[in-house]
Each structure stands twice: as C-alpha cells, then as structure tokens.
C-alpha cells in the first residue's frame, strides 16, 4: 500500500514537471507567434516558425513560410526577412515604416501580457486563490487556513513549518482531533493549550503530516502563543462576464506590483542596501512551478500569469538581443531620420548576448546550487 502510494505521488511529480515544462516553452511560443502574426498582417515576408533550435526534425512549407519542430526543445524562433538588415526588396522587415516595424517588434511583447490577462480570466472563472475573512460567506471552494508569516525563534519555526502551510486540524494531548477551515477556530484551540503540547496537522503541497510544539502562555508582544500569522482563503469565483474584466484588471495589478518591485530595488541600491530582489533563471523558475503546480490549477495559472507579466516587462527593457532593444535603435533611426547602420547593430547586439549568456549561466549555477 506504501509502495503504492509513493509510485502515485512519483507520477503526479512527473505529470507536473511534464506540465510545467510545456508551460515554459507554450509561453516562448506565444511570444513568436505575436511576432508572426503581426509580420503577416504588415505584409513581411517570414521564412520560418520554429518551435524548438536547430537541427530541425521536421518542417514542411505552406505558402513562403517553412513550419519546423526541432531538436533543442527550449523555446522557439521566428526567422522575417529583413530584420537582420539582409534585403530591402519586397516583402522585406526593412521595406516598412517606422511604426509597422515597431509593432511587429512589439508584438511579441504585448503577446505577453495578453496571455496573462487570458490565464487570469480563466483562473477568476474557475476560481481564484483570495483571501477571506471568517465571517465572509458565498461560492467559495477549497477553504482553508494557511500560514502567512513565522516569527523567528518562535514555537511555530522550531517546529519547521513554512509558510503556506495549511493548518487542517489539531489534536491535543487527550487524543481530541478538531478541524479548522476559519482562523478563529484555530486561535482558539491554540489558546486553549497554551503552555501544553499539540499536534497540528499540516498540508504541505500534496504531503500531509502531524507537527508537534507547544503554544507559549506569554508571547512576545506583536507575536501570537504559535508565532504565526494566519490567513483565511479559498477560491472565489467570478461569473463568465466578470471574469475577462477581472482577468484584464489582474494583469495591470501584476504589471503595477513587478515595476514597484523594480523600483524598491533600484532605491535599496541606491541607498547602500541589499536589493531585495532573488534573481532567478529558468532552472529556478522550472522548479518553482513545479512546486506551484502541486497546489492546484488555478494556483498554477496565476504563477504563469505572473511570469509572464514579468518576462514582458523584462523583454521591453531596452537591451540590445531584447525586444525593447530593437525598439531602442527604431526609435534612434525616428530621431535621425536613418536606420542606425546594420553592422553597428548586430555588433552592439552580439556584445550584449554574449554577456546575458554569462549571466545566465551564473543565475543557473546559483539556481542548482539553491536546489541541491
């Protein structure tokens, strides 16, 4: 029956492994694919749609364009005609006016965003991870109470819990087993035994475990007898018509929340301090979503909903081999009334890829060595 159990959880963490890198690579997909439609509509010309890097395994063409699986199954590409600075005829990227060319670049990018928004509908219409009061009543599902902070030194730390954790009941030392889907219930029981063991319950991702400690009978002040702070959620729904407004209302609030993040780091900098920010590549990124996508669908959409939020934000930044670095030298060519020359270009380019390559590899270490 154990052995059982361990070889269904071994191919639930697959599935959601398997889940989680699909994600990753729909997401770079999507993004070309704004790229592509947008060049289509403008009337570019577009050699190839790849889904994977070279060698190809596959590719058959309709009309001018080849579509191609490949071998590297880490993202995709999008080869227009044109865009390197290679042809000026017909058709090419270079042939269109300023304002096209900044909207086939920019494609990819606002691709981004409309993926959040379309996630987050989805997760409003099936529920969406909220925080709610005890007294609150309505269509809510899956009501629990989790941990939302953990004083240091404090029983609830000594005891190793997380935060996030769910608190689905309780027993004493009688034996008594008391199930809590409201923090009150919680803090009562707590205050109940103060000073005495108890066994919680806890639910961490699909694991459920006991977790002993004893509730202090005189806290610190500001912490309560466990030293955690408790919240009260569930997934709320939204009707069908509400939702996108919600879903698009969501994605400005992400956008919103990641530029002051930016900013609060930018001004710890400044200040001498440390920035605040974990910097984070596509090894900790992976396992992170791995980890979300135990707690459930709609947790899981929102993570992508905010990962792509951020690698939109990320990509319009504007460095030269990003999007928003392209758009950097069109907006140079509208100043000067000419395109800044192609070898130029591609040198500044090439100089900055070389470089996010290094750092890429430096936050992958880093990302491993946090995993190990």
Same mark, same amino acid.
């Given at each position: 029956?154990?052995?059982?159990?361990?070889?269904?959880?071994?191919?639930?963490?697959?599935?959601?492994?398997?889940?989680?890198?699909?994600?990753?690579?729909?997401?770079?997909?999507?993004?070309?694919?704004?790229?592509?439609?947008?060049?289509?509509?403008?009337?570019?010309?577009?050699?190839?749609?790849?889904?994977?890097?070279?060698?190809?395994?596959?590719?058959k063409?309709?009309?001018?364009?080849?579509?191609?699986?490949?071998?590297?199954?880490?993202?995709?590409?999008?080869?227009?005609y044109?865009?390197?600075?290679?042809?000026?005829?017909?058709?090419?990227f270079?042939?269109?006016k300023?304002?096209?060319?900044a909207?086939?670049i920019?494609?990819?990018?606002?691709?981004?965003?409309?993926?959040?928004?379309?996630?987050?509908?989805?997760?409003?219409?099936?529920?969406?991870?909220?925080?709610?009061?005890?007294e609150?009543?309505?269509?809510?599902r899956?009501?629990?109470v989790?941990?939302?902070?953990?004083?240091?030194n404090?029983p609830?730390?000594?005891?190793?819990?997380?935060?996030g954790?769910?608190?689905?009941?309780?027993k004493?030392?009688?034996?008594?087993?008391?199930?809590?889907d409201?923090?009150g219930?919680?803090q009562s029981?707590?205050?109940?035994?103060?000073?005495?063991?108890?066994f919680?319950?806890?639910?961490?991702?699909?694991?459920?475990?006991?977790?002993?400690? /004893?509730?202090?009978?005189?806290?610190?002040? +500001? !912490?309560?007898?466990?030293?955690?702070a #408790?919240?009260?959620? %569930? &997934?709320? @729904?939204f009707?069908?018509?509400?939702?996108?407004?919600?879903g698009?209302?969501?994605?400005?609030?992400?956008?919103?929340?990641?530029?002051?993040?930016?900013?609060?780091?930018?001004?710890?900098i400044?200040?001498?301090?440390?920035?605040?920010?974990?910097?984070?590549?596509?090894?900790? /990124?992976?396992?992170?979503?791995?980890?979300? +996508? !135990?707690?459930?669908?709609?947790?899981? #959409?929102?993570?992508? %909903? &905010?990962? @792509?939020?951020?690698?939109?934000?990320?990509?319009?930044?504007?460095?030269p081999?990003?999007?928003?670095?392209?758009?950097?030298?069109?907006?140079?060519?509208?100043?000067?009334?000419k395109?800044?020359?192609?070898?130029?270009?591609?040198?500044?380019?090439l100089?900055?890829?070389?470089?996010?390559?290094?750092l890429?590899?430096?936050?992958?270490?880093?990302d491993?060595?946090?995993? #190990?």
């Amino acid at each position: 029956m154990h052995f059982d159990f361990l070889i269904l959880n071994f191919l639930k963490m697959v599935l959601t492994i398997i889940i989680a890198f699909i994600s990753l690579i729909g997401l770079v997909v999507l993004h070309e694919l704004g790229h592509f439609l947008l060049a289509k509509k403008f009337g570019v010309r577009v050699d190839e749609f790849g889904i994977g890097y070279p060698p190809r395994l596959i590719g058959k063409k309709i009309g001018e364009t080849i579509y191609s699986l490949n071998l590297l199954p880490f993202g995709a590409f999008v080869r227009i005609y044109g865009e390197e600075g290679e042809g000026q005829g017909q058709g090419s990227f270079n042939n269109k006016k300023l304002w096209q060319r900044a909207l086939i670049i920019g494609g990819g990018v606002i691709s981004f965003w409309i993926i959040s928004a379309v996630l987050l509908t989805l997760v409003m219409f099936m529920g969406a991870p909220s925080v709610i009061s005890d007294e609150e009543v309505g269509s809510f599902r899956e009501v629990k109470v989790q941990i939302a902070s953990i004083a240091a030194n404090s029983p609830a730390a000594q005891a190793q819990l997380k935060v996030g954790d769910i608190v689905m009941g309780a027993k004493s030392l009688t034996g008594q087993e008391t199930n809590f889907d409201q923090v009150g219930q919680l803090q009562s029981f707590t205050k109940d035994n103060e000073g005495r063991k108890i066994f919680l319950i806890i639910k961490r991702g699909s694991e459920v475990f006991e977790v002993s400690l /004893i509730p202090r009978v005189s806290p610190p002040s +500001g !912490e309560g007898a466990m030293g955690v702070a #408790l919240v009260r959620t %569930a &997934l709320k @729904s939204f009707p069908w018509w509400q939702a996108p407004i919600k879903g698009i209302t969501g994605t400005f609030n992400l956008t919103l929340m990641v530029i002051d993040g930016w900013t609060q780091a930018i001004k710890n900098i400044t200040q001498g301090q440390p920035s605040g920010v974990q910097v984070m590549g596509p090894v900790g /990124i992976f396992s992170f979503m791995s980890q979300v +996508g !135990e707690l459930g669908a709609s947790y899981f #959409l929102q993570f992508i %909903a &905010l990962i @792509s939020v951020y690698i939109a934000l990320f990509n319009v930044l504007p460095i030269p081999s990003f999007d928003g670095g392209k758009l950097l030298f069109l907006a140079i060519e509208g100043i000067r009334r000419k395109p800044v020359a192609a070898r130029i270009e591609q040198s500044i380019t090439l100089a900055f890829f070389g470089v996010l390559i290094l750092l890429m590899v430096w936050v992958t270490i880093k990302d491993v060595m946090r995993l #190990l």
